[in-house]
């Protein structure tokens, strides 16, 4: 009788070390669905980021290869087109923000500001210039004539919460693009991009 205990040894040892040297299968797919994940969300993010070029990077190439018009209308249109440009993170910002309707309301006031404060970072930076005189063409585009001689068109659109400031210089149009927002009813700009295109 020993000798036929042996072999079923034998089996239950050997059955023992494998169930020892192998994981469950249930170990497995678990230790699989946890690396999964992380190598897949890493992967996504990298190829978003190769295979898509950044919004302003397409609408800079874009301005630059348009040929040079002389029309007003077509300043006004690329204004709106820049104004109207959403952004997924002014949007999230958008909801933490103070209500900018006091601003967004008094044209003079928030073109002024814009205008001002655009001229102290782009044209004459950390030079403070004043407005001599605004001229409002409707309720969201307002031209600002500053003490420096610039005439600045102030474009905004509050649905984007985005601002711009366009003015000529030498023959060329430059735009600085900002997204804004209010805090303690004080009007805050932030950068989000500078356009050159043909006057």
């Known amino acids: 009788?020993?000798?036929?205990?042996?072999?079923?040894?034998?089996?239950?040892?050997?059955s023992e070390q494998q169930s020892d040297e192998q994981p469950a299968e249930s170990d497995q797919p678990a230790e699989?669905?946890?690396?999964?994940?992380a190598e897949q969300t890493d992967q996504s993010t990298e190829q978003s980021q190769e295979e898509q070029p950044?919004?302003?990077d397409q609408l800079s190439e874009?301005?630059?290869e348009q040929p040079a018009e002389t029309s007003n209308q077509s300043a006004e249109q690329t204004d709106e087109q820049a104004i109207k440009e959403r952004d997924q993170t002014a949007e999230q910002e958008e909801q933490l923000?103070?209500?900018?309707?006091?601003?967004?309301?008094?044209p003079v006031s928030f073109s002024t500001y814009v205008a001002k404060y655009v001229a102290k970072m782009q044209i004459t930076p950390n030079v403070d210039v004043?407005?001599?005189?605004?001229a409002c063409k409707d309720e969201r585009h307002c031209d600002v004539t500053l003490s420096n001689g610039v005439v600045m068109?102030?474009?905004?659109?509050?649905?984007?919460?985005?601002t711009l400031g366009r003015w000529d210089s030498n023959g060329v149009v430059l735009r600085s693009i900002y997204k804004y927002s209010c805090r303690g009813g004080q009007l805050i700009l932030t950068f989000k991009d500078?356009?050159?295109g043909p006057a």
């Open 194 to 196: 500078f356009r050159r």
């Open 153 to 162: 068109r102030v474009a905004w659109e509050p649905s984007t919460r985005i």
């Open 1 to 14: 009788m020993s000798d036929d205990n042996e072999p079923k040894d034998e089996s239950t040892e050997d």
């Open 130 to 134: 004043l407005a001599k005189s605004v």
């Open 32 to 37: 699989q669905a946890d690396e999964q994940p």
């Open 54 to 56: 950044a919004e302003s």
């Open 97 to 106: 923000d103070d209500d900018c309707s006091g601003w967004e309301q008094d």
């Open 62 to 64: 874009q301005s630059d």
